[in-house]
């Protein structure tokens, strides 16, 4: 896990980290910078996003807390209508994995507020025919570096 008071490493290791949907099999593979057109091809969305709520902060915490968060954000999708698939992230190396969830057709300004409720640093969201992109929530940083494929929401 990157060290979570570095912004730059933080969005670095975001940008570099596999995420999958595994219901999709290789069709659900997706990276920042990459556009997944087999995803898009499987679903039939015109936005996409992935969000998680383990691991707040990012700072590792036990895994009955992340299940409680990850229950509250279930619920909270659920109560909006959003249509959302069991995803996963595992780091560059395949060292950490956080179980997350694929959204479909989630406005950003919802997509945003469950990352905050949630303490997250960071999500993704595209749109059809796009490349993936990361969103933080971070100040942004003064490195140009720091700005590939990333929307830093402040």
Known sequence: MANPDDSEALAA??????????????????RVGT????LEAALGAEAFGFITAWDSSSKAEPRMDNDAADGALTAELERLGADHLRAYAEDAQGAHREQGWLVTDVPLPDLDRLARRFGQD?????????????????????????????????
């Open 35 to 38: 556009q997944p057109a087999a």
């Open 122 to 154: 960071g999500t993704l969201a595209w749109s059809r025919g796009e490349a993936v992109r990361l969103r933080m929530y971070r100040p942004r940083p003064a490195d140009p570096a720091a700005e590939l494929w990333t929307d830093w929401v402040e």
């Open 13 to 30: 290791a975001f940008r570099n980290a596999r995420y999958h949907v595994p219901e999709l099999g290789v069709a659900g593979e997706v």
